[in-house]
């Protein structure tokens, strides 16, 4: 993937924090993720490629925009050629409740890879095993893994770090679903780092030094496996999934669309080369609220706006920290 573009969807996923921060602790969920949707839409649709949602708000029917098979980009306009297509994956709020109410480590988070190498993960609950570099080698000989115990994986875990048991720091969603596997976790003598929100953050933030999670355990979205895969496999780090369809209301009619939509045995682990099928992916995200990983968005008193981001690119195994400073009404550009 060309740098030139990379850079250019860095910008979509700053624009979309920028709109979402202004809402940082205004108790509107709802309005911060409305306005991030259409700053990412509207900034995608001014990049000359040819990219389609494969995750994004949902179905057509449910989102205007950046719904599921939308495409965006003038590049379906510009060319009569033959042009190369990509994959998308966004959540233009990931931690919509954390910006809401300024809680650390609301995101806005996009994946690209070439057309057909990215999960269309259906919109249901996934439960999720991620780790850093350090523990994916254990992944090979199935220390590591998604149908093991808790205290299999924390034990594998604390041995691929060489730290006792009880200085490992496990990453959980604070869900009542998630009950037994807390209960699981502290039996073992482990931490637990319980989030409110953004199991994107959670499954990444294990592969991110100075974020003390070594490991992250529990169900959320399946959209969000694929977009945390794409990050960690640029990383070097380990995610498996398995889809839950049993925890969803809607499961029997969802698992019935994902039949004929997911090229995955949806019974089966899924290991990140299912989510993402090429090594030539990025993943980008934008702090909204300050967290371990991202500063939020900041405005000084001369206007000028600073933004926090990091690019995960699979392609050259490398993670760029990216600080942008947009001057304000005064000219005047605050450090």
């Known amino acids: 993937m060309q740098t030139a573009l990379i850079l250019e969807i860095l910008e ?27 700053a990412m839409r509207e900034a995608f649709n001014a990049i000359s490629f040819a990219g389609r949602i494969v995750i994004g708000e949902g179905e057509r029917d449910e989102a205007p925009m950046l719904f599921i098979g939308e495409q965006v ?6 060319s009569t050629e033959p042009i190369e297509q990509y994959d998308i994956a966004v959540d233009p709020l990931e931690g919509t409740n954390l910006c809401a109410y300024n809680r650390p480590n609301a995101l806005t988070t996009i994946a690209v890879a070439p057309r057909g190498t990215l999960l269309y993960a259906p ?18 000989t199935g220390a590591l893994h998604i149908d093991n115990q808790p205290s299999d994986n924390i034990a594998a875990v604390a041995s691929a770090l060489a730290k006792p048991v009880s200085e490992v720091n496990v990453c959980i969603l604070k869900r009542d679903r998630h009950n037994d596997l807390i209960a699981a976790v502290r039996a073992t003598g482990a931490r637990i780092r319980l989030i409110d929100d953004g199991d994107v953050f959670g499954a990444i933030a294990t592969a991110v030094p100075g ?3 070594d490991l992250y355990m529990g169900s959320g979205g399946a959209p969000e496996g694929v977009l945390a895969a794409t990050g960690l496999k640029a990383i070097g780090g380990f995610l498996m999934g398995r889809l839950d369809f049993s925890l969803d209301k809607d499961g029997v009619e969802k698992r019935q669309r994902a039949k004929t939509l997911s090229q995955v045995d949806l019974d089966s682990p ?15 995200a934008c702090g909204v609220t300050d967290g371990e990983m991202l500063a939020g968005v900041h405005i000084d008193t001369s206007g000028s706006i600073s933004t ?6 699979a392609a050259d195994s490398s993670v760029r920290f990216v600080r942008t400073i947009r001057r304000g009404s005064s000219g005047v550009i605050g450090f």
């Open 270 to 284: 899924l290991l990140m080369n299912d989510l993402v099928g090429t090594d030539d992916a990025v993943f980008i």
């Open 12 to 38: 979509v996923a700053e624009k979309a924090a920028i709109a979402a921060a202004a809402y940082n602790g205004r108790g509107d969920k709802h309005t911060a993720d409305q306005v991030a949707t259409e």
């Open 308 to 313: 926090s981001s990091v690019i995960m690119n």
């Open 211 to 213: 974020t003390g999670i």
């Open 123 to 140: 919109d249901t609950y996934m439960w999720k095993l991620a780790a850093g570099a350090a523990a994916a080698a254990t992944a090979a």
């Open 73 to 78: 980009g003038s590049g379906w306009l510009d």
